[in-house]
């Protein structure tokens, strides 16, 4: 299943009437001849059919990038450009849009007489405009370059456009109610309609019918045989691998029976309680493979937390995971393994874990095992399905959205990284080393009531996930990050 969008940017140039439409035509054609050379033509379509000088022009190059099958939309100021036309252009493209504008070449031969464009002028005046009529856009931290720098900004917008696009073309897929003692894992569903992305919540029961009409399934042993492969020497309970691939079935199936008219899916699953008696098992390996498939899925039924992996999917193109920011790390393993190592304080490193739902490429090894939590009240044999491993040590961001309980969307962002230390401990777990984490925990986390899951995508995405939360409309008020030393936040005494 393809569950993420590809971009597909149209480059449309404009020019103000008053100033050389060759401005625009030649800047545009050096623009589209830098991200080729740079970085391929897939991203990427040049409208010929014309430069837009007039509401006219803005209708024909909308035809135009429509037919051609982008979507997504790169409003190039080639000189000063027509504020009402340009912004009308991002106003009636139906998905994301972004503007960037041409820098002044050089001022030799008349380059800045004849030659000269005043686009950095002109941003301003369609940064205007677009406020004046509510339209979103994503505008670079510095929009005006050469065509090589602008072709920068236009990759960059790559991810952003994707998962804008990809929102709109959501379903999340979600069985039961959240787990007694884990209302912080509940939300309104508004905000997720407001997105544009569709709900649709089911019962465990229903679910539960789904799994029995798939005994026998006769694709079975051939998902056994996958899983065989993929867990290969830490394959510890054989036993239980064909109920785990009648689940996988399950949910593949109802992905395909339930999508309706959308084109991507993320699942919010449940784990317990009940499900372990009732099913056998525990969905974590499962739901570890799916999300390497691309398909999100989050633990205890947690909404908020697979669309965050979503969107996460969506920009990094690999697979993230869903974890408990959970415990402080032992003041023996700081000593011996971090301290002197590494440059983090204490305070700065957590352990991030969760029972067996990160997949098996994020793990430096891993064993299918028993949820040992689980099983300090129930028989083990119920409990088998975690994928257990020390997590993939790197680069990551973690992050999440969040609905507030009334309605309002927030979120964070920090960059970090999991250190190369072994954590002495079980389920899917690694040692986290995120700047100034503690005050970022008790000023952002606590402070704004987020609630324990956080998605963790492989790799620094801070800067796209950043434009992505403020285009969907998180007030940048509303977006927390770690703040480096010195940079106080609200809540913060200074005298601390």
Same mark, same amino acid.
């Given at each position: 299943?393809?569950?993420?969008?590809?971009?597909?940017?149209?480059?449309?140039?404009?020019?103000?009437?008053?100033?050389?439409?060759?401005?625009?035509?030649?800047?545009?054609?050096?623009?589209?001849?830098?991200?080729?050379?740079?970085?391929?033509?897939?991203?990427?379509?040049?409208?010929?059919?014309?430069?837009?000088?007039?509401?006219?022009?803005?209708?024909?190059?909308?035809?135009?990038?429509?037919?051609?099958? %982008? /979507? #997504?939309?790169?409003?190039? =100021?080639?000189?000063? !450009?027509? &504020? *009402?036309? +340009?912004?009308?252009?991002?106003?009636? @493209?139906?998905?994301?849009?972004?503007?960037?504008?041409?820098?002044?070449?050089?001022?030799?031969?008349?380059?800045?007489?004849?030659?000269?464009?005043?686009?950095?002028?002109?941003?301003?005046?369609?940064?205007?405009?677009?406020?004046?009529?509510?339209?979103?856009?994503?505008?670079?931290?510095?929009?005006?370059?050469?065509?090589?720098?602008?072709?920068?900004?236009?990759?960059?917008?790559?991810?952003?456009?994707?998962?804008?696009?990809?929102?709109?073309?959501?379903?999340?897929?979600?069985?039961?109610?959240?787990?007694?003692?884990?209302?912080? %894992? /509940? #939300?309104?569903?508004?905000? =997720?309609?407001?997105? !544009?992305? &569709? *709900?649709? +919540?089911?019962?465990?029961?229903?679910? @539960?019918?789904?799994?029995?009409?798939?005994?026998?399934?006769?694709?079975?042993?051939?998902?056994?045989?996958?899983?065989?492969?993929?867990?290969?020497?830490?394959?510890?309970?054989?036993?239980?691998?064909?109920?785990?691939?009648?689940?996988?079935?399950?949910?593949?199936?109802?992905?395909?029976?339930?999508?309706?008219?959308?084109?991507?899916?993320?699942?919010?699953?449940?784990?317990?309680?009940?499900?372990?008696?009732?099913?056998?098992?525990?969905?974590?390996?499962?739901?570890?493979?799916?999300?390497?498939?691309?398909?999100?899925?989050?633990?205890?039924?947690?909404?908020?937390?697979? =669309?965050?992996?979503?969107?996460?999917?969506?920009?990094?193109?690999?697979?993230?995971?869903?974890?408990?920011?959970?415990?402080?790390?032992?003041?023996?393993?700081?000593?011996?393994?971090?301290?002197?190592?590494?440059?983090?304080?204490?305070?700065?490193?957590?352990?991030?874990?969760?029972?067996?739902?990160?997949?098996?490429?994020?793990?430096?090894?891993?064993?299918?095992?028993?949820?040992?939590?689980?099983?300090?009240?129930?028989?083990?044999?119920?409990?088998?399905?975690?994928?257990?491993?020390?997590?993939?040590?790197?680069?990551?961001?973690?992050?999440?959205?969040?609905?507030?309980?009334?309605?309002?969307?927030?979120?964070?962002?920090?960059?970090?990284?999991?250190?190369?230390?072994?954590?002495?401990?079980?389920?899917?777990?690694?040692?986290?080393?995120?700047?100034?984490?503690?005050?970022?925990?008790?000023?952002?986390?606590?402070?704004?009531?987020?609630?324990?899951?956080?998605?963790?995508?492989?790799?620094?995405?801070?800067?796209?996930?950043?434009?992505?939360?403020?285009?969907?409309?998180?007030?940048?008020?509303?977006?927390?990050?770690?703040?480096?030393?010195?940079?106080?936040?609200?809540?913060?005494?200074?005298?601390?």
């Amino acid at each position: 299943m393809n569950n993420s969008p590809a971009a597909k940017i149209g480059i449309v140039a404009v020019s103000r009437d008053c100033f050389p439409e060759s401005l625009s035509v030649n800047r545009r054609k050096a623009l589209v001849e830098a991200y080729t050379k740079k970085y391929g033509a897939d991203d990427i379509y040049e409208c010929p059919i014309c430069i837009v000088e007039s509401e006219i022009h803005m209708v024909q190059a909308l035809e135009d990038i429509k037919k051609a099958g %982008c /979507n #997504a939309l790169c409003v190039y =100021l080639g000189n000063f !450009g027509p &504020e *009402i036309s +340009e912004s009308l252009l991002a106003k009636h @493209f139906d998905g994301p849009a972004m503007f960037c504008a041409a820098a002044e070449e050089t001022s030799k031969d008349g380059g800045l007489i004849q030659g000269r464009g005043d686009a950095y002028c002109g941003m301003l005046n369609a940064s205007y405009n677009l406020k004046l009529r509510n339209v979103k856009a994503y505008i670079p931290e510095y929009p005006v370059g050469t065509a090589e720098e602008c072709a920068d900004m236009i990759h960059e917008f790559v991810p952003i456009s994707r998962a804008i696009v990809a929102l709109k073309d959501l379903k999340i897929i979600s069985f039961g109610p959240r787990p007694l003692n884990f209302l912080a %894992c /509940n #939300a309104p569903i508004k905000p =997720l309609y407001d997105l !544009g992305i &569709e *709900i649709e +919540e089911n019962s465990e029961l229903d679910l @539960f019918e789904a799994f029995n009409n798939h005994a026998g399934d006769a694709r079975i042993p051939e998902v056994v045989a996958d899983m065989e492969k993929e867990l290969g020497a830490g394959n510890k309970k054989p036993e239980i691998l064909e109920k785990l691939a009648q689940y996988e079935l399950t949910l593949l199936d109802w992905i395909e029976a339930h999508k309706g008219y959308r084109k991507y899916v993320a699942i919010a699953g449940k784990c317990w309680p009940a499900f372990q008696t009732q099913f056998g098992f525990v969905p974590c390996y499962v739901n570890s493979r799916l999300t390497a498939k691309g398909i999100p899925v989050s633990c205890e039924v947690d909404i908020y937390g697979c =669309l965050s992996e979503f969107i996460g999917t969506v920009i990094s193109q690999d697979a993230v995971t869903l974890l408990d920011i959970n415990n402080s790390v032992p003041a023996d393993i700081y000593e011996e393994d971090i301290k002197g190592k590494f440059d983090y304080t204490p305070t700065d490193t957590f352990m991030g874990f969760h029972c067996g739902n990160t997949a098996s490429g994020k793990l430096s090894f891993c064993e299918m095992k028993y949820q040992m939590i689980m099983a300090r009240s129930l028989p083990i044999e119920v409990t088998n399905g975690t994928l257990e491993g020390d997590i993939v040590p790197g680069d990551i961001t973690f992050f999440r959205l969040q609905s507030t309980a009334d309605t309002k969307l927030r979120a964070y962002i920090a960059q970090g990284e999991v250190l190369p230390v072994k954590t002495r401990s079980f389920g899917g777990i690694g040692i986290f080393a995120i700047p100034e984490m503690g005050r970022f925990y008790r000023h952002v986390l606590i402070q704004n009531n987020f609630p324990h899951h956080g998605a963790v995508a492989f790799g620094h995405f801070g800067k796209e996930l950043y434009e992505v939360f403020k285009y969907i409309g998180v007030d940048v008020e509303e977006i927390g990050f770690n703040q480096p030393k010195g940079m106080l936040y609200k809540t913060e005494n200074p005298f601390a």
